[in-house]
Each structure stands twice: as structure tokens, then as C-alpha cells.
């Protein structure tokens, strides 16, 4: 017997829970300004989190994914990425989108149901915006990282999904050609053990999610998603490949979705609350707080400011949604084609009646 691969998935952690550090910290953390704007983005993150919930409970907003638990992966990606460099999100990325300069009055919109959310991502125009659909958008990652190849750009997409989106084949095909066609992309799996109520034990039979890399010839490895220096320095390392013609990676970074799945779920009915506890005890925003204080890089009244800056910010960005006069009923179908078809006229001229205070 011939043995043709032997395989090894690695894990990088370098924070314990109370944040000391466990090993000598990548190069990164001597870059303090760096380390600040993170600490600020997960923290107005998760105050933009916690009001959108409230705007929904209270009818002024439409069904929302909570990103809690997801700060820390979004915050470092965001760092990471070259503004042009391509995003690919899916619908838990707020953490990213607010480095990637969508305006939050844009977010409210698009959660609200406006499809004015969709533009003004001036900073990153061609970030893509968000999949809703599970794990297609690894496929149009690929089609835009292809386009970088062809034109030999020296830039990356990055891509993100859960790891309930692994199981999907357009996951699987898209990894397939990203490392037939050695294609400038990165695959970030935020792994937050669930998909909805089905849990990480059975939603795969692979071990790590890392490891399904290996089918597609790409490395693969997995990283402490609550751990900002693991995921900066795993995220930073995939796009220099990237950027350097050396082809895709996948990172599978391991968090918790400490939320409901949606503003329309009950997480209670599925998951205990002693499991839900332990997950708390993981948390990346205090785990980092706790670093930055004893290192001397942050303090109460840092803390202080921050916190009131950030409500600031939201309470603004909200005011400035709810003041926004609503979209005719036209703007259902006026984004989703060049020229509408013949099926389509129909129905958006009786939309345009209604939105006009007629019959339809
Ligand atoms: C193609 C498709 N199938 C099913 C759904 C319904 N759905 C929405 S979220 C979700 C679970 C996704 O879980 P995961 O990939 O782990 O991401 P998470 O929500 O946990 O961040 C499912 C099945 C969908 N949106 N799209
Ligand atoms: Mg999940």
C-alpha cells in the first residue's frame, strides 16, 4: 500500500479568555493606531447590532441577522482587505461593511426593506452586496476572482459564509475551480456551530471544516474566530498569497452565534442556555478589551467616549432612516432588470396605480 496524503489541519489562538497572551503575538500588535480602530469598529458594531434588533422589535425594521458573536472576524477582515480588494458578504458582515465604508443609514435601509441600502458603497464600489441565498456567493467570488486572473490585477476577493454553507455544492464547486485555476480568492468561514437549529455535529461528517480545503488542492486552516490576532494575522497571510499569484485558502474561523438566528427565531427551543453561558465566556470584544487594558493601550475614559461616540453615531444614522420618505411600491421590480419583462409590466403599473393611492 502506497500512501498518497497525509494531512494535518492546524489551529491558531493567541489570547486566552481573560486576554493574556498565550504565545508571542504576531507582528501586528505592535501597530497600535491598527489595534485601536479595531476595538472601535467591534464596539460600534454591537451597538449598531443592538439597536437594529430594537428598531425591529418595535415594527420599524424588517426580519435581521444578528452579527453578535461575529464582531471580531468582520473587524479583522475589514483591516485586512486592500479597499480594492473585492468583498463578498453574506448576511452577517456588518462588522466588515462598516470598515468597507457602507454608511449605517444604508444598512438600516437595506434591513428595512429599501433597496436604497443597496448603493452608496462609494469606498468599495464594487464590493458585492449581500447574499441572502446560501452559499451562491462563493460562486460569484470566483467568477469575479477568474475576471482579476484573466487581467493579471494584483488584487484578491474575499468571500465569506457559515458553516452551514459548506455543505452546499456551489461551496464545494467553488473551491473545486479556485484551486484548478489557482484563482486570487479567500474563503472565511465563520463557523458559529450553528445553521439555524441545526447544529455543527450534524451538518458535516468532516472533522473540521478547514479540511474540506484539501479536496480543492487549497490549504485550509482554522483559527479562533473570538481571537482578533489569530484571524488579522491568518486573513492578512490569504491575501498576500492571493495578491502574490500563489492562488485561494480557506479559513475556518470557529466563534459563536450568541444571537437568535434571525429577529424571527427563538434559539431558546433548540440550545441550552448553559451552552449559550460557556459561549459568553469566549467573547472576542471583551477578550480584546481585557488585552488592550493590560497592555496599557486602552482606558475607562477611552472606554467612556467610546461608548457614548457610538450610540451618537447609531441614534443619527437611525433618525436620519426614519425621517427618509419611503420608495414608491414601483422600486420592487424597478432594480431587478435592465428592461423589464413583458410579465413584469403588468404588475409594476398596477403597483405604480397603488403607489399613487389607487386601485390596483
Ligand atoms: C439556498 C438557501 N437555502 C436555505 C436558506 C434558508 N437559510 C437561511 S440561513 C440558513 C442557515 C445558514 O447557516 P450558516 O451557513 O451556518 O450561516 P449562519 O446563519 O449560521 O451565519 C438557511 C438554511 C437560504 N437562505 N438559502
Ligand atoms: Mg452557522
Known sequence: MKQHHDFTVVSARYLDEAGQPLDNLPELASDTPRLRDAYRNMVLTRTLDQKIIALQRTGKCGTYPSVLGHEVIGTAIGQCMDHHDVFVPYYRDQATQLIRGVPIVNMLLYWGGDERGSAGWERCP????????????????????????????????????????????????????????????????????????????????????????????????????????????????????????????????????????????????????????????????????SYLHNAGLWDADQEKELQAHCKDMVEKAVQRYLDKAPEPPTAMVDYLFDTLPTALQGQREKLARIGQGGNP
Open 126 to 289: 464594487e464590493d458585492l452586496p449581500i447574499a441572502v441565498p446560501i452559499a451562491t456567493q462563493c460562486c460569484h467570488a470566483v467568477g469575479i476572482a477568474t475576471a482579476m486572473r484573466i487581467r493579471d490585477e494584483k488584487r484578491a476577493v474575499l468571500v465569506t459564509l457559515g458553516d452551514g454553507a459548506t455543505s452546499k455544492g456551489d461551496f464545494l464547486e467553488s473551491i473545486n475551480l479556485a484551486g484548478a485555476w489557482h484563482l486570487p480568492v479567500v474563503f472565511v468561514v465563520a463557523n458559529n456551530q450553528w445553521a439555524i437549529s441545526t447544529p455543527r455535529g450534524l451538518q458535516t461528517g468532516s472533522e473540521t471544516i478547514a479540511q474540506k480545503a484539501i479536496s480543492g488542492g487549497l490549504p485550509g486552516q482554522i483559527v479562533d474566530g473570538n481571537d482578533y490576532f489569530a484571524v488579522s494575522e491568518a486573513v492578512d497571510h490569504a491575501l498576500e498569497r492571493a495578491h502574490g499569484g500563489k492562488g485561494a485558502s480557506v479559513i475556518e474561523a470557529v466563534t459563536y452565534r450568541l444571537g437568535d438566528h434571525t429577529t424571527a427565531d427563538d434559539a431558546t427551543r433548540y440550545r441550552s442556555a448553559e451552552e449559550l453561558k460557556a459561549a459568553w465566556e469566549q467573547d472576542g470584544i471583551k477578550r480584546f478589551q
